[in-house]
């Protein structure tokens, strides 16, 4: 990116100048609130990862977003993370707690039945919504915030085999991610190997031997898969090593994206199993990983990777029908009611200006694409139209103009 635009490219900046989302000290800080046009992008995302998801056999749940405080005593959450926790709400004499993870939701209703090593690896996957105390002096526009939408997913699997197996197909759902959004390994992203820390038991679930045998799991892994990767000592997760995805912001911050981690410490404090071949109960494996990451932080840095350029699918307003006159406003309103049942995001500017000052506005609000309707285009029912990427094109059919687009949705391109 260039160094030069980077103030410019800031999604703080951009995020008000396109109107995608605002915060309000009376709601408070670290809260985001997502205008329409901010949503739009928002929805577009959790529909593309939740498809994707169900498409590689996820099993895509909700569960709540409190719970009893004592959930997140046996998880281990509280001792660890209490300090970036919210305090607890009391309800009938009960504590409760905004979560911070999804883990122990998802491990509960793991846990409803017996499940059969048949039906593993089980992939149980979450939007979740996610509340953490991060300091004032953190927070960042959507990148830091205090309430984040995570793409989280746990894979309960039958052995240690099936689990590297699992990281590796988490791995390659986040490459193909990453490679709708246009953003290349070593280039754009890093992989990091996040290793525990034996001496500090109090950081760390102690299990010597087992947290070995996991790091050299992970380490093996990237290894066999090729890829350059960096180890970190200290950066692991109390239940286990992780490989983290680590992304460069336009403040040259750099943060973890996207996550994979091993976990041999939660089976046994939740007792998940399952009934093996033999008949017998044998201690689950489980994979926490996301494949989107927290829906806010993956917005800030698409919308300072497009600086407002927004590619078709992810655009809050598509196509901008633009009337030359008075006179063409009629078949105008026929056009964008076509492109709307098309489900296609279309708006239509009928002021009483220009047209080369319409043309103008459409051009600084980024809109993929233009259609000029005047007498021509009334006359042979026709559109012309101006993108954004390409220019001035030839006239076209309506339906040609819908088919072309609707590609352009299909193939994310
Ligand atoms: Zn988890």
Redesign the pocket.
């Known amino acids: 990116m260039d160094k030069s635009s980077d103030k410019e490219h800031d999604h703080k900046k951009l995020g008000k100048e396109l109107d995608l989302f605002a915060f309000s000290d009376s709601v408070g800080k670290g809260l985001p609130l997502f205008t329409p046009k901010g949503s739009v992008i928002r929805r577009e995302l959790e529909r593309f990862i939740v498809d994707e998801e169900i498409k590689r056999n996820y099993l895509h749940v909700y569960t709540p977003d409190i719970a009893k405080l004592d959930l997140y005593i046996k998880s281990g959450h509280y001792p660890h993370y209490k300090d970036s926790m919210y305090a607890p709400i009391e309800i009938d004499k009960e504590q409760f707690m905004l979560r911070p993870?999804?883990?122990p939701h998802h491990f509960e209703l793991y846990l409803r039945k017996p499940v059969s090593y048949r039906e593993l690896p089980m992939r149980i996957a979450e939007l979740a919504k996610l509340y953490r105390y991060e300091q004032s002096g953190e927070l960042m526009g959507l990148q830091r915030v205090r309430t984040f939408c995570l793409a989280?997913a746990?894979i309960i699997c039958a052995s240690e085999e099936q689990a590297v197996e699992e990281i590796s197909n988490a791995l390659d759902l986040i490459e193909y991610v990453t490679s709708v959004f246009g953003l290349a390994l070593d280039v754009d992203y890093r992989y990091r190997l996040s290793l525990g820390d034996r001496a500090n038991t109090e950081k760390y679930y102690k299990n010597d031997a087992g947290w070995e045998k996991g790091e050299d799991l992970l380490r093996k892994l990237m290894q066999k898969r090729g890829s350059k990767f960096e180890e970190a000592k200290d950066e692991a997760a109390f239940y286990g090593p992780k490989i983290d995805i680590q992304m460069k912001y336009v403040n040259c911050k750099e943060d973890t994206a996207f996550t994979v981690?091993y976990d041999f410490c939660m089976p046994e404090r939740f007792d998940l199993t399952y009934i093996g071949e033999d008949g017998e109960k044998h201690r689950a494996f489980v994979v926490?990983r996301s494949s989107i990451g927290a829906i806010e932080r993956i917005m800030a840095f698409l919308i300072e990777k497009y600086a407002g350029a927004f590619p078709f699918w992810l655009s809050p307003v598509q196509v901008r029908v633009l009337s030359v006159s008075e006179k063409h406003v009629a078949y105008a309103q026929e056009v964008l009611a076509t492109l709307r049942t098309a489900h296609i995001r279309a708006d239509l500017d009928n002021a009483n200006e220009s047209l080369g000052k319409k043309i103008r506005a459409g051009k600084t609000e980024k809109i993929p694409y233009l259609l000029i309707v005047g007498d021509k285009e009334v006359e042979a029912k026709t559109i012309s139209v101006e993108s954004r990427d390409h220019g001035k094109q030839e006239a076209a059919s309506l339906l040609d103009f819908i088919a072309k687009t609707n590609e352009e949705i299909r193939t994310r391109k």
């Open positions: 993870m999804t883990c989280d746990h981690q926490h």
